[in-house]
């Protein structure tokens, strides 16, 4: 009978022992997921900054071209306000802008992604710490029966009552 009760209460413990790490588990799965979600965010920060400073250095290299144009057309002789300078001139800002915007796009686009993978990462972690809670709760269930079915088995062998007969 000792011996019914002892198995019968190691394996109640080791039920509810094995609960509780998992919660554990799941809480530091969480923390994890949070510092992965801090990460992705700076780097989303960095992304547009990048973005930004690129399409500065875009802008910046269309106003040189643009200048060294100018600079050439009143050189060699030529009307700075020619038709063909102006409409080079204008076609030189356009496509910078167009450059300076697509790289603010990119790093606007890289953001976004860092972001989600922030999101996905957080839940993540909420999901495993959810988990190992439930874990934890039904660990107390299943030691429960552990117990009731230990002590149902002793009653049974101690109290020598005879078995059901079934049919």
Do not use: C, W
């Not at 306000?81 to 796009?105: C, H, K, N, W």
């Not at 107390?140 to 059901?164: C, D, H, Q, V, W």
């Amino acid at each position: 009978m000792l011996l019914t009760t002892a198995s019968t209460a190691v394996t109640a413990g080791a039920t509810i022992a094995g609960g509780r790490i998992a919660e554990t588990g799941g809480i530091y799965t969480r923390q994890a997921s949070e510092f992965t979600a801090k990460q992705h965010e700076q780097q989303a920060g960095e992304s547009r900054a990048a973005g930004q400073r690129t399409a500065a250095d875009k802008r910046r290299e269309s106003k040189l071209v643009q200048s060294a144009l100018v600079a050439r057309a009143a050189g060699s002789g030529g009307a700075v306000d020619d038709p063909s300078v102006v409409t080079t001139a204008g076609q030189i800002a356009q496509r910078g802008e167009f450059e300076a915007l697509t790289e603010m796009y990119k790093g606007e686009n890289r953001a976004r992604g860092l972001e989600d993978a922030a999101y996905a990462a957080r839940r993540q972690g909420e999901a495993a710490e959810y988990e190992g809670k439930a874990k934890k709760k039904a660990s107390y269930l299943s030691a429960l029966g552990t117990i009731i079915g230990g002590a149902s088995t002793m009653y049974r062998t101690y109290n020598k009552l005879p078995e059901p007969k079934y049919g």
